[in-house]
């Protein structure tokens, strides 16, 4: 798989003056992003997500590195006609969302009939069809984050670069974005992402990376992380949960954890009390357990699963 | 060129506001006219004329001066410039926007101008290249102005502007000779303005407008090297 936006090492400082105090807003940073998958990029407010994507774009010059986004060094402006950008804040002129759309389109170089029956398009797909007509500065933030959405997807893009897509959109449009976004990737499109929402990462994304104070702390596959390594869930009905340590009862149903050499002697230790096994599967956790694990530990860890 | 004849056009309706507050000094001029007895009261329709027309060259300073940092504090910069646009063809776009809305202004004042004065006596050819020169005024003012706010705040940057442009020539003419005052032709250009009286209209020179001209295009070169390392994603306050 061809990487289609690389992080090289690239690191970013702010000086706050006049005491011209630095703050390392990203470390070190080396993602690469491969075509065609979703790629989620998670932590808490200040970890230097957005900054990383500001540095993609162009918005921003890095202190020390660099990296390469379609083939091409940051910040070069004819490769961006192959992107869409969504950033967290969605802040457009006062217009007509249908103009709007149109005006974005047409500073990426398109126009004529092609742009207009596109940016239709895109507008019935973001579900604003019926309001493309009405100026945004009187949308409420769902609808302008819509706009945001359409605009960045106007041109098609090869790679798309969205700051909290999610954030203010009602759960129906929520999902409206989701199948949104994985029909893109069914046709080839790279998407990288930052969310909060990380049922929602846990959802979409192929590969997860975790950022925390600059620093890239976790990197994997999002099904490898959710894998609680060496762990399987035992599920049982009709013993007591004191009988297992670490069990949890809920509507008579036990669930534990134990070792995978210790499952068949389990599974007996269950009959031998009269009780009956649900299911057995490898133990999950949930990406809120991952974020929070990593997030909480005063000094990051090194970086695992680095791919 | 498209893409920075849209971000002209978008600009202009961005400052439709301010432009409209200077279109109603052309139409105090206009009502002035259809009121005044103009044989008698031509030099004060000159007067009036001379200073709206010098309005818009401090108005062009404010336009400039504003441009980048409204964008930036408002974040609507960061749309734009995730489009395929380099930032030079960005500043280009808001450079050919400052020009365009002084020289709606310029267009109107000198429609109104060459009805007024004209039935006065100026020369009408007169009206349109002064004009002329107050639209090179306004693109090299409105020029500095935007070099400046790419690393000062608008206050900063303005002030700074109208050193430059005003004050550095003026100086520069009087303790050193006069032909200083021509080097940032913004203060020559007013002074053509200025001067021009029903007695003496003054005459065509294009040196001072062509040099103006020059000087936009080196601070545009130099407007767009400083902006190419500032961090447009920053918070303004």
């Given at each position: 798989m061809a990487a289609i936006l690389e992080f090289l090492g690239i690191s970013k400082e702010y000086r706050s003056f006049p005491k011209g105090r630095r703050l390392a807003a990203l470390d070190d940073f080396r993602v690469s992003v491969e075509q065609g998958e979703i790629f989620g990029f998670l932590g808490p407010n200040g970890a230097g997500k957005t900054t990383a994507m500001h540095l993609a774009m162009g918005f921003t010059r890095p202190t020390r590195g660099g990296g390469r986004m379609l083939g091409r060094p940051?910040?070069?402006?004819?490769?961006?006609?192959r992107v869409g950008f969504l950033s967290e804040n969605v802040a457009l002129y006062h217009r007509r969302a249908e103009f709007l759309v149109r005006f974005y389109g047409a500073l990426n170089g398109m126009g004529g009939s092609h742009l207009a029956k596109r940016a239709a398009e895109i507008l019935r797909l973001v579900g604003l069809q019926d309001d493309?007509?009405?100026?945004?500065?009187?949308?409420?933030r769902g609808m302008l984050q819509r706009v945001g959405l359409a605009q960045a997807l106007v041109n098609d893009p090869d790679l798309l670069i969205l700051d909290e897509p999610t954030s203010a959109l009602d759960p129906l449009a929520r999902v409206m974005v989701r199948e949104l976004l994985l029909s893109a990737r069914e046709t080839g499109k790279t998407i990288f992402l930052s969310s909060h929402l990380l049922s929602e990462v846990e959802l979409l994304c192929d590969r997860v990376a975790v950022l925390h104070r600059g620093k890239l702390v976790r990197l994997g596959k999002t099904a490898d992380l959710l894998q609680a390594a060496g762990q399987t869930e035992i599920v049982a009905r009709g013993v007591a949960a004191g009988d297992f340590s670490g069990a949890s009862v809920q509507d008579g149903i036990v669930r534990f954890c134990v070792a995978p050499t210790a499952v068949r002697e389990t599974f007996e230790r269950v009959w031998t009390l009269g009780g009956e096994i649900v299911s057995s599967n490898p133990a999950h956790r949930s990406l809120e357990q991952i974020f929070l694990e990593v997030t909480s530990a005063g000094d990051s860890p090194p970086p695992q699963g680095l791919a | 060129m498209k893409a920075i004849l849209l971000i002209a056009i978008n600009y202009v309706r961005e400052q439709r506001w301010p432009i409209f507050v200077l279109l109603l000094w052309i139409l105090l001029l206009a009502f002035l006219g259809l009121i005044a007895n103009i044989p008698r009261d031509r030099d004060e329709l000159l007067y009036l004329f001379k200073e709206v027309a010098i309005y818009v060259v401090v108005f062009s300073i404010f336009f400039g001066g504003s441009a980048i940092h409204n964008e930036r504090k408002t974040r609507r910069i960061l749309a734009v410039l995730s489009k395929a646009i380099s930032r030079q063809q960005y500043l280009s776009g808001l450079v050919l926007g400052v020009t365009l809305s002084c020289s709606v202004f310029c267009l109107s004042l000198g429609i109104t101008g060459s009805w007024t004065l004209g039935q006065a006596g100026f020369p009408i050819s007169q009206v349109w290249f002064l004009m002329l020169c107050v639209i090179a005024a306004c693109m090299l003012a409105g020029t500095v102005a935007l070099m400046f706010s790419t690393f000062l705040n608008p206050f900063f940057g303005a002030s700074a502007t109208a050193i430059v442009l005003l004050g550095l020539p003026a100086v520069a003419g009087r303790v050193l000779s006069s032909g200083w005052e021509s080097v940032l032709p913004v203060y020559s250009l007013a002074m053509i303005v200025l001067k021009s009286s029903f007695s003496d209209p003054g005459s065509v020179s294009w040196f001072p407008v062509g040099l103006a001209v020059v000087e936009t295009i080196a601070f545009w070169v130099l407007a767009a090297r400083i902006f190419a390392y500032v961090d447009i994603a920053v918070a303004l306050e």
């Open positions: 940051f910040g070069h402006a004819p490769t961006r006609r493309a007509n009405r100026n945004a500065g009187k949308f409420s | -």
